[in-house]
């Protein structure tokens, strides 16, 4: 192939047969040093200058198509409509005020929706995954949009390829491809081998391309291609992001919506038939069925819950925890049950060897945090390792046989060097142990450099490497026996103490010797295990064998034979503080925790004991006993048990199922690829952001940003929180409004005047009830609302609770609003001396022609009344139970803004000349203030003596 520019020279992707190329070759094309990867600065240039490495998504629309878009809806064209009647009639001032109130409400939906949407982008933004990358000389998390061609990444088992790659190192090394190939089987992948360039994308065994999954092993490559310059790229397929969906909220809200729609418009005919009977002018009547139509359908329902949606998973994030899915909002406050892994859920994810035993010699290890330093000890006394040789050798396994890498900062012998562990937890401390015994990690590999290694199998329970030993220098020491020293090749074995004690027929002596491993010594090591386990130590078996040649680890049999047991290290990973606590706010939610752990039943036992998570008289059940169990079994046990130690893949499923299958609503944890099909299969499927997989995170419905449980209770919280406010506006905008069609319907039955103008309703619809609703999905949720039980998960959003709050309330307002207005009717007929003396006013009233007549005072009345009622009672809505008084009449800062300046906009309404003939209204004088307030405060009184029989009934 003939040499061609540099990336870094021709500034731009360019389409090349990559797998063509050795890696040398590549790295020389895109200008990539192997050893350092790129530099912070390179790297910002090339992103800057070939753009994010992301799949072009659709343009989101403009401010113009939003706008429009507010147009195309039934009630929007209906009143445009009447806007165009009034202006054909000359009803100037009608026409412009009801456009003036059809832009204001577009906008404000406008408004509504971009922010939903813009909060929406910045949790897809959160969702995007991260990729491991080499850059100025260290490996760095870096987030996937951000990698640039020439960047050097490293991929493990569960990662997505994040770009396209050519390989520079596989080891077993299986990419699942059938996203992009529709191949079905994993593709074993080959670092080493160079290709002619029209191999199909199928066979390019020495790339791996970006979508698709590592199955098994690890590799390193050199991103070629990002972005749409993918392969996937190129057929424009996007396998990752947030997806957006209507929720069985939001799909039961609008069949609502629809059921209301159509009964307004029979109510709206209705009451236009009756002004017709009653000799009103039709023109009259349109207009007032118009309104009514508005008022009676909550059109901005469907924007205010998908903004109560957004910004509550906003502040999830907050609580670190990142919901993908906006149905999960829903589901979450209907979750009885967590099943919580263990390591890094419920505990600290930082692995500590405190105890080290070999030959019956049992060593404890101090821990100074952050400071690479520490002693061994035999009770209270500071030991020499050199005088324990088969514990030095544990550590040296440990820390051979290890993915795991120390960044040391400080000089040799410093008492004071810190360290980073980048890797795996329970390897990062078999490397501080050995560090603290001065085998550092650099050093003791360069002494001993990898050669092979067949990776950790959740079968086999355990991991292989092989080590060339070389000839060392006079006074220089090896952890291995005496046969191969000057050469050959050290198999390095650490795993579960009894599988790895399975493949030993020899064990290492305390004084260094090796000897036949019997049935005494076999008990002996597992009850020294037991010992550690039952102290809630994690406890890893080391095992070794020299061999002349070098292994062939395809024949893992053949590797795994004959070794040499050493002895056993014991790590513990403290639990969460902030854990317990969180588990007894659980509890008194009626949310139920278990934990499901691949870890041994006793140390499992001993966390959750610790925890206050194992209750008097449930039981642990190991996977194996939960494979003896039938599914009808199995349903039975789950209920009185509170952990599962030692389960598979297939055992956390079938757990998952028989919860279900009780009633249950699950929520499981998981973070391995082998967890996918259980987080897909509970209600809520929750993955770990921090050690779990891609695979993990792309099943989950939910992704916690820092691995805690705590973190899961606190969005079950927030769940209820977020469903308890969209409850809360539904409720006060559908009083609201069956509200207003009574106050209309029953005026228009008894033959007086309309209470209403339809501008009037028009103004309540929007500015009244919408802003105090918006404020209402602002609430930080009742101080009670995780001391009640899970809603059940097929509850109807209008419960019995709430239709008994609509029938009150529709009572108390008509009675308000009906009473200012025949108080004010009443004024009107004694200001004009029309009301006979010594008759009945009432009847007076009814029987009264009212055509033609102008009552502005009582229209006002009505109007202030009705408008002070929904502003007083917004303040009672905010807790469905507990009194106003309890939860703050202040404490929602929002709600005192919104209500403020419904207000401020109340009186200049009434007030402001120029407004008072577009609203039929005047200033009322201090009498009719009176009725007007005393008035509007029923409702509220009447929302505070609901909730108090409900509290007293425990309904």
Known sequence: MPESKTIADTGKQVARDWHALSAEETSRHLATPLDRGLSADEAARRLELLGRNEIAAAPRPSFLQLLLAQFNNFIILLLIGAAAVSGLLGEWIDAAAIMAIVILNATLGVIQEQRAEEALAALRKLAAPEAQVRRDGSRQSVPGPDLVPGDIVFIEAGNFVPADIRLVEAVNLRLEE??????????????????????????????????????????MGIVVSTGMHTQIGLIAAMLQGVEEESTPLQKRLDGLGKVLGIAAMAVCALVFAIGMLRGHAPLEMFMLAVGLAIAAVPEGLPAVV???????????????????????????????????????????????????????????????????????????????????????????????????????????????????????????????????????????????????????????????????????????????????????????????????????????RRDDSIAPLDEAQRRRILEANASMTRDALRVLGMAYRVDAELPDVNDVAAVERDLVFVGLAGMIDPPRLEVAPALAVAARAGIRTIMI???????????????????????????????????????????????????????????????????????????????????????????????????????????????????????????????????????????????????????????????????????????????????????????????????????????????????????AQTGAVLGAFAVGLLWHLRAGDALPPGANPLAFLLRYDWRGIDVQTAETMAFATLSLCELFRAYTVRSERLSVLRIGVFSNRYMQYAVGLSMLLLVLVISVPFLQPVFNTHFPSLGEWTVILGLAMVPAIAEEITKWYLRKTNK
């Open 597 to 811: 752990t691949g870890d041994y039943p006793d140390t499992a036992r001993a966390i959750a004991a610790a925890i206050g998570l194992l209750r008097s008289g449930h039981q642990v059940l190991t996977g194996k006993q939960v494979d003896a169990l039938n599914d009808d079994e199995l349903k039975r046990q789950v209920e009185k048990t509170d952990v599962f130690a030692r389960v598979s893949p297939e055992n956390k499923l079938r757990i998952v199922n028989a919860l279900r299958a009780n009633g249950e609503v699950a929520a499981m944890t998981g973070d391995g690829v082998n967890d996918a099909p259980s987080i897909k299969a509970a209600d809520i499927g929750v993955a770990m952001g921090i050690t779990g997989t891609d695979v993990a995170k792309e099943s989950a419905d939910m992704v916690l940003t820092d691995d805690n449980y705590a973190s899961i209770v606190s969005a079950v919280e927030q769940g209820r929180i977020i469903y308890d406010n969209i409850r809360k506006f539904v409720f006060f905008l559908l009083s609201s409004n069956v509200a207003e069609i009574m106050i209309i319907f029953l005026a228009m039955l008894a033959g007086l005047p309309t209470p209403l103008t339809v501008i009037q309703l028009l103004w309540l619809n929007l500015l009244t009830d919408g802003a105090p609703a918006l404020a209402l999905a602002m609430e930080k949720g009742d101080p009670e609302i995780m001391l009640r039980k899970p809603r059940p998960p097929h509850e109807p959003v209008i419960n019995a609770g709430m239709r008994l709050g609509i029938f009150i309330q529709t009572i």
């Open 178 to 219: 059938a996203a992009l190939t529709g191949e079905s089987l994993p593709v074993q992948k080959d670092a080493s081998i160079r290709l002619e360039a029209d191999v199909p994308l199928g066979d390019r065994r020495n790339a791996a391309f970006m979508g698709t999954v590592v199955n098994t092993g690890r590799g």
């Open 306 to 508: 998908t903004i109560s949606l957004a910004l509550g998973m906003r502040e999830m994030v907050k609580r670190h925890a990142l919901i993908r899915r906006l149905s999960s909002v829903e589901t979450l406050g209907s979750t009885t049950v967590i099943c919580s892994d263990k390591t890094g859920t419920l505990t600290q994810n930082k692995m500590t060897v405190t105890r080290v035993w070999a030959d019956g010699d049992l060593l404890g290890v101090t821990d100074a945090g952050a400071i690479l330093s520490g002693e061994f000890r035999a009770g209270e006394r500071s030991v020499d390792l050199q005088e324990h040789p088969a514990i030095l050798t544990t550590l040296w396994i440990g820390a051979l046989n290890n993915d795991a890498s120390l960044e040391i900062s400080g000089e040799s012998g410093d008492e004071g060097r810190t360290y980073r562990m980048v890797g795996d937890p329970t390897e990062g401390a078999l490397l501080v142990a050995a560090a603290k015994a001065a085998a550092l990690p650099r050093p003791l590999n360069l002494a001993y450099p990898r050669m092979a290694e067949v990776p950790f199998d959740a079968t086999r329970k355990n991991m292989i490497t092989v080590h060339h030993i070389f000839n060392p220098q006079k006074g220089d020491s090896s952890p291995f026996d005496e046969s191969h020293r000057d050469s050959g090749y050290a198999v390095a074995v650490k795993g579960a103490p009894d599988m790895v004690l399975n493949l030993c027929t020899r064990f290492q």
